[in-house]
Each structure stands twice: as C-alpha cells, then as structure tokens.
C-alpha cells in the first residue's frame, strides 16, 4: 500500500513511488514539493523507460492524447501488479480510467486538483528527480515538440482548409458589400453628376474619379490619365461640363468621399483575398483546382467542411452539392432529380449547351472525385516516407490537367464544334483596360411618316409632290390601305384624270395578293393546329387504352391468384377432414 506518481517525460515514462502515503492530503503539499530538496525527499524514482527513438516517443505521446494505454506503459505498470490498495497519480483523467480497466492491475488511479501540483513540482525539477534526463531534457522536449506539431498538422481532421473556408467566406460577403457600397456612391454622387455612371461601369474607376475629381466644376483641373483612357476621361470632362446634376455642399462632398475611400479600400483587399484564395488552393487541392478552378474548388470545400470530407464523398454526391433543397424536394414530389450544384458554375459546365450540361457534370464530378483524393491522401517529398525532392505545382496538378484534357476532348465532340474561350473561374477582379471603348452616339432624327395625316391631302399625292420635288420618299411606318368601296368610287368618278385612274386601278392588285395569302396562311396555320390537336388527343386516347388494359390484365391475374389460393385452401381442408375421420 502507497501512492505512485506516473510521469510522462519527452524522453520516457518515469514511475516515482511518494515517501508518505497520504502526500496528496496534505495542507502544505505545495510548500512541501515547492523546492528542491522537498522534492527529492518526498518522489523517489523508481523505474525510468526510455524512448528508443524520436518516432517512437512519437507514437507514445500521440497514444496519450487519445487516453489509449500502449504496451510500453503496460510493461511499466507490471511493476505495480503485487501492489494492493495503492494508489496511482495520473495527469490526465481519462488515461487514468483507461489504466483502471487493464487486467490484472488493482491499483487505483487519481487525478484531481491535487496531483496538479505534484506534477507541477515534477517538471520544475525533472533534472534532479531523474538524472538520466539531465543532459538532453532541453533538446528532448524541443524535438518532440516540432514532430507532434507535425503529427497534428498532417491527421487533423479540417487540416489547413479552414484556410480556405474562412476566405471563400470572407470573399463572398465582402463581394455583396461592396456592391452595396459601390451603388450606394452611384445613386449619392449621382445627384451631383447623373452622366458619369453611363460613362463608367467599373465601380473602382468610378470611386477613384470621385476621390480624384470631387465637384464635377473641377473636371478641367483634375488629372484622370492614371485611371481612365484618353477617350473616357475626354468624355468624362465634356459630360461635366454640360452635366443636369444639382449642386452639393462641400460636407456632402466630403461624405461622399468617404464613402468611396471605402469603396477603394475594399476592392483592393478583395484582389489581396482572391489572390491568398488562389494560392492556397493551388498549394492545399491543386488537382481539384485544375479541374474546377479556384471559386467552385473552395466553395465545394466550405460545403463539404473540409477537404477530407469532400474527399470521401463519391462523384454523384459532389456532382449535386449545394442543391440539396432540389433534391429533397424533386424525392418528395417523386420528380426528375437536378443534375448540378455549385459544380454547374465550372467553365467546362459552362461550355456544354443542352442535355450536354448534365452529361459533361456527371463526368467532371467523377474526375474531382478521384483528383479529391490524391490531394488529400498523398503525401509529397519531405512528408513521404522516402527522401525525396518536393516536385512541383505542374506534377502535383499532372492527374487534374489530363482529366480537364479528356473532358474537353469529350465536350468538343458531344457539341461537335470548336469550344469557346471561357474564364477560368479564378477569383481576381476583372482589369479597368478590359472595358470596351466608349462612343459618343448620334441620336435617332424624328420621323414625320409615322404620324397619321391631320389634313385632307390624300398619301398618293404627297409622294407624288416629294417626287416632283426631286425628294426620294422614305417607307412608311404606318401604311394606309384604302378599301374596296373606294377603289369602285374613283374608277366611275368622271374627275380624275386617267393616270391617276389607272394608278387607282393598278394599286390594290398587290394589297389584294397580299390580304389573300395572309389569309391562306392562317388558315393552313389553324388546320395545322387542329391536327396537332387531334395528334395529341390520339396520343392520349391510346395512352389510356392501354392503361386499361393493362389493369384489366392486373385484375384477371389478381382473380387467378385468389381462386389458386381458394383451391389450395379447399384442398388442404380436405384433407384434413381426411385425417379426422381416419383416425
């Protein structure tokens, strides 16, 4: 009967065997243990087991984490088996419960607040209590440090992938609020000068020129050349000059500019963000990246929560990811399943047209599926069991870049046409010299001919005057047809002169064709309706025919099966009735 005190040291287990029983019930037990001397008078070692390597220390504490008894601390605790009704001091609670299941062993664990300073004194004073440790205790603990550091970097469970979640989330709501930002500045500075936001689309060059220009009175003096092209900013100064806004104050202005500092500062950091994004996907899921790019890769990652559960997932199930409320709701309504999630935003997705769309996810889906898991699973150079040298971005992505190859090859010969040029997906902010060249346009002149006639002069013989005039007439929008009444009224009329009877005579002939073939046309539109129609009805008619049918035939089997089962029963009554009377 005693207390024991089981240490775990970067170099080995340490078993100490305490001077008095009842130690850990002492009022004064930390000034008792607090020096030296204290220390070595009341913790007597009794059995140290070393590490045998780096590794194995390695193992041994990573065991210790998860409260798991190894077979080297076992063997150290055959030493305690002839001990009854001791006591064990443990640093960690679930260790402890874990060492009271072994077989055989009928010491009992302690780990309360009292240990806490036991094992306090103990790492205080290690290089007395256990002079094996003394020389390398510093270098010890210090590699033991940076190889667990790197056990838990490479077996946690989310990895460097909260990396990767916290920026793609980070992008996303920063995108929305400097759309709010950027239009809010519009609408405001738009009071003051409305034409600028025709001239510009880009709401960085349109901040910039707030900041730069201020009051649109100083168009002349302020130098846009370093943000807008030679036409823009000409057209911007002449708008300026000529501009309907209305006049604003100078804290307005300053207001304003406030407002598009923010605007300039976010969009800078948002090109910082996408730019981290881009090189951590490239780094963490190069091959995931290379199939989707970098977007839809993080996206499907802060969906999936990391990248090792996406990487479990199988292909149907990253093909439909992010369209979960589709997919319950067309199980539910028993209709067609969707065939994309957050995949459909890929650009190879975006290349296909038509049923191709649903054909060419399935395919992407099952290579992100496989590229997934060599970047998950693999482990290159330093971090490999061998030695060898780190490769590169290129061989890393090699399996994702042959896939993108396949599937284009594939789409381009589904669609059976050259692919378009599409972008990558990347995360980056679309550059100002991008902007397509701005014109200034000549305004649509008036036309008079799509009025009506306001005075008695009939149409016929204004073209005749802008004809004598020398004046080409111009094709009118709204055409006058005159009736057949009137057409019968100028052939007898004695007035007109015989040109113009003859041009009377000659000018419905043609409106005439044209009202008769009209109506030829819609009539054979209608009879092609009626068909289709009458098609349909046949269709359906033949459809219910033989659903009935086949319920009828569902019936008489329905009927056989029940007389079968009569039969039987009937017989096996019989027989029974048989059996009775026999006996």
């Known amino acids: 009967m005693g207390l ?39 913790l007597k070692l009794r059995k140290f087991m070393k590490f045998e390597n780096a590794a194995s220390g390695l193992n041994e504490v990573a065991a210790l984490i998860d409260a798991k008894v190894t077979p080297m601390l076992t063997s150290l605790l055959d030493e305690l088996k002839d001990e009854t009704k001791g006591s064990l001091a443990v640093a960690d609670p679930k260790l402890g419960n874990a060492i009271a299941n072994l077989p055989g062993l009928s010491i009992k664990p302690v780990a309360d607040s009292s240990t806490q300073e036991v094992f306090r004194a103990i790492r205080e004073h290690i290089a007395s209590l256990i002079p094996e440790m003394a020389s390398e205790a510093n270098g010890a603990n210090l590699g033991l440090a940076h190889s667990l550091s790197r056990y838990k970097l490479k077996f946690s469970p989310d990895k460097v992938d909260t990396m990767i979640v916290q920026a793609i989330g980070s992008l996303d709501v920063m995108d929305k609020q400097l759309n709010t930002y950027a239009m809010r500045v519009k609408e405001w ?6 034409e600028l936001a025709k001239i510009l689309n880009d709401n960085l060059a349109y901040a910039r020129v707030v900041l730069t220009m201020g009051f649109r009175s100083n168009s002349k003096k302020a130098d846009l050349s370093a943000i807008l092209p030679e036409e823009i900013e000409a057209a911007v100064k002449a708008a300026a000059e000529i501009s309907m806004g209305t006049e604003i104050t100078d804290e307005d202005m300053e207001t304003i500019t406030t407002l598009a500092e923010q605007v ?52 149907s199930t990253i093909q439909i990811l992010g369209a979960e409320k589709a997919l319950f709701r067309a199980l539910k309504t028993k209709h067609d399943t969707p065939k994309y999630g957050l995949i459909y935003h890929a650009s190879l997705i975006g290349q296909a047209t038509g049923k191709n769309k649903g054909k060419i996810a399935r395919m992407l889906a099952s290579k992100s599926a496989l590229g997934l ?17 780190e490769p590169d971005e290129e061989e890393k992505s090699a399996m994702g870049r042959e896939a993108k190859i396949k599937i284009e090859r594939r789409l381009k ?53 802008e004809k004598a005039n020398g004046v080409k007439p111009q094709k009118k929008l709204v055409q006058e047809v005159e009736s057949e009444d009137e057409e019968m009224a100028d052939v007898n009329g004695a007035a007109h002169d015989s040109d113009d ?17 009209s109506k030829a046309a819609k009539k054979a539109e209608k009879e092609a309706k009626k ?4 098609e349909r009805a046949a269709k359906r ?28 029963e009937g017989e096996a009554e019989g027989k029974k009735k048989k059996k009775k009377s026999k006996d």
Do not use: C
Request: hydrophobic content about 35%; proline content about 5%; cysteine-free.
């Open 264 to 315: 300039v500062d976010l969009t800078e950091y948002r090109q910082q963000l996408s730019s981290y994004l881009t090189t951590r996907m490239h780094a963490l899921a190069p091959n995931l990246t290379a199939l989707v790019g970098e977007l839809v890769g993080a996206r499907l990652i802060a969906h999936a929560g990391s990248l090792m559960n996406l990487a479990k997932a199988p292909g």
């Open 189 to 194: 500075y738009g009071w003051h000068f409305p």
């Open 531 to 534: 068909a289709r129609k009458a």
């Open 4 to 42: 024991f005190v089981l240490a775990e040291t970067s170099a080995g287990y340490a078993l100490f065997k305490a001077k008095d029983k009842k130690l850990l019930k002492s009022d004064a037990l930390a000034d008792d243990i607090s020096s030296v001397e204290g220390a070595v008078n009341q």
């Open 541 to 568: 008619e033949a459809k219910a025919a033989k659903k009935a049918a086949k319920e009828v035939k569902k019936a008489e089997k329905e009927g056989k099966e029940k007389k079968r089962k009569r039969d039987d």
């Open 413 to 465: 010969a589904l669609e059976g046409k050259p692919l378009k040029s599409m972008p990558s997906g990347n995360a980056n902010a679309t550059p100002l010299s991008g902007q397509p060249k701005w014109e200034v346009k000549e305004a649509r002149k008036y036309n008079p001919d799509a009025d009506g006639l306001t005075g008695d002069e009939p149409a016929a013989k204004k073209a005749k005057k």
């Open 373 to 389: 898991r060599i970047d998950a699973l693999s482990d290159w150079g330093i971090s490999a069991e061998g030695n060898q040298d």
């Open 501 to 517: 009877s003859e041009s009377d005579d000659e000018s419905p002939a043609p409106v005439a064709a044209a009202k008769g073939a």
